[in-house]
């Protein structure tokens, strides 16, 4: 089956700058997370989507940060403006409901810089 | 909230030589999943943990897990070069479907 698909794999920009980011799951994943892993941490969760409601945006800085997953499936993850902590690795998964067994799949990452 | 924490969080060694990682979380989940992360690299899936006393074995790398304790160890056995990456505990929820990460623990191992 196909994986996880990401895009774009590098992306830098200016601060104060904005930036999307596209995830396409793998099919039939109904929950999607989008994470945030800065260099020399874990991932942090930034939103979990279950099909194109959200389940979990505690730790998403609502301020610059927004994400939709319009009709259940693709999903993009946007930052405006930009500052030069958002310098990370974004990630995102699927999985079954529920995380089923090994069902939990990673992309492979949009890794962003912030000059 | 859960909070989860590896250690060591660095670890060199030698080849041939047996380490333990240990993982500890701080409320109730009901399954555990060890990662491997390459440099520049996503996460690999190593092990899925589902019960207490689960115990699965991959290679060099053996997984355990006691619910009860919180408590999650990643044993490698005589280590070799191809172990060196970092390893990642997390947690996670049947109920929310949330998977939350360790620091991780950087594994170097000499030759």
């Known amino acids: 089956e196909a994986g996880v698909a990401q895009s774009p794999r590098y992306k830098i920009i200016e601060k104060r700058q904005s930036v999307a980011f596209w995830c396409n799951p793998i099919s039939g994943h109904a929950t999607l997370y989008w994470y945030q892993q800065i260099l020399g941490q874990g991932p942090k969760l930034l939103i979990q989507?279950?099909?194109?409601?959200?389940?979990?945006d505690s730790q998403l800085p609502k301020d610059r940060f927004s994400a939709e997953r319009l009709k259940g499936v693709d999903s993009t993850l946007k930052i405006q403006p930009a500052k030069l902590e958002d310098s990370a690795v974004y990630l995102c998964a699927s999985s079954l409901e529920g995380g089923v067994g090994h069902g939990y799949t990673f992309g492979s990452g949009t890794r962003l810089t912030v000059v | 909230e859960l909070k989860v924490e590896q250690n060591p969080l660095f670890l060199s060694m030698q080849e041939g030589k047996n380490y333990t990682i240990y993982c500890n979380y701080s409320t109730t989940s009901d399954r555990l999943y060890w990662y491997r992360q390459d440099p520049g690299k996503s996460l690999e899936s190593l092990f899925v943990l589902l019960s207490n006393g689960a115990v699965k074995q991959e290679g060099r790398l053996m997984a355990s897990l006691d619910t009860k304790a919180r408590l999650s160890t990643l044993h490698i056995t005589a280590a070799v070069h191809d172990l060196s990456a970092t390893y990642f505990c997390a947690p996670g929820s049947s109920n929310t479907g949330k998977l939350i990460f360790g620091q991780g623990t950087t594994l170097q191992v000499k030759p």
């Open positions: 989507f279950q099909n194109n409601g959200v389940v979990d």
